[in-house]
């Protein structure tokens, strides 16, 4: 029964698929994360710095 083992071997296939996917997306998910604290960061220092030219 070939079909047998080949059916395994596509669940193996589908398996590591989503592992690889979900893989990435937690990879994404922190690239966005980071880029996220990034901004953040550097809008406070433009706002900072900013301020600091209204305070005469």
Known sequence: M??????KQVIKNISNAITENNNKKKELDTSNSVSNQISKAVN????LFNQSFNFK
Not at 2 to 7: F, I
């Open 2 to 7: 070939d079909y047998v083992k080949d059916n």
């Open 44 to 47: 406070e220092t433009v706002s």
